[in-house]
């Protein structure tokens, strides 16, 4: 079971624009309306709130509180839209990857649309609806988005080493463990991590399942948990899907454990 937003589902594609009916039907309120903190799952106030320098560095914009909570927002908002993306993760034979080419460019061009042809990873989802909504410029995302590559086109391990640094800037990340309700719970907006850098999602604030089950509810971009297979042909892992869809820390990290990968699994604010 699941409690989440009714009565939307994964529409047909179609502008982000013509889906604020459908939020608000569902009863959904967004961080505009300053309504949106009601829906984290603990405590109240505001989200743990750092100035950080290299925070301001990396966005390259005002850092706001509500960052978090309107990047979340954001990911709603795509998700209601139906929108399909392409998952294609960093690698030499994951071409045609345009938010990266995007934000590697020395100048910023049109952002590219969300189609099921447009390349991304399961955190450039993020860093693109952040950008959507003012959290991130082109500028601030080119400086920190320029990974160093070896030959073949490949990432050097140690851009990946650096990953969670780059990410949660303020260094305030929170061990999670999977079915101790007693434990730390991620807050809307917050970036959860698994392992080093297997997978990242955003918390949406709200739980999946009930008692014992309890799981917190995540955005997430990744073929997991659904069929994920390579291309034997050409190598590649490249597989469409909807651009953002709500699933559990514990799906996913069950699947890291299925696999027999290391299921570390961290939350905490992101860069803003």
Known sequence: MTDTITGAGHI???????????????GYRSADEGNARQLYAAGEGDPPYVDSPLARSLIGAPVS??????VADELERIRLSGAKLTWKNMG??????????????????PLPPLTPSTGMNCWEIILYAGVKRGVFTHSGLHEFYTPERGPGNQVLPEWFERFPELL????????????????????????????????????????????????????????????????????????????????????????????????VVRFGRGPW
């Open 12 to 26: 047909a594609e179609r502008p982000l624009r013509h889906v604020s009916r459908e939020l608000r039907a569902s």
């Open 65 to 70: 509180r509500s960052a978090p909570l309107e």
């Open 92 to 109: 030499p034979r994951e071409t045609q990857r345009e938010f990266e080419d995007w934000m590697r460019a020395p100048e910023e061009g």
């Open 168 to 263: 949660w800037r303020h260094g305030m990340l929170e061990r999670y463990f999977p079915g101790d309700l007693g434990s730390a719970q991620p807050r809307r907006g917050d970036l959860v991590l698994w392992n080093q850098d297997a997978h990242v999602a955003m918390a949406t604030g709200r739980f999946i399942g009930k008692d014992i089950d309890r799981s917190p509810e995540v955005y997430s971009f990744w073929p997991v948990p659904g069929p994920f297979t390579v291309d034997k042909v050409t190598g590649s892992w490249a597989t469409v899907i909807d651009a953002v869809t709500p699933t559990s820390i514990d799906v996913l990290t069950g699947y890291m454990r299925e696999k027999a990968y290391p299921d």
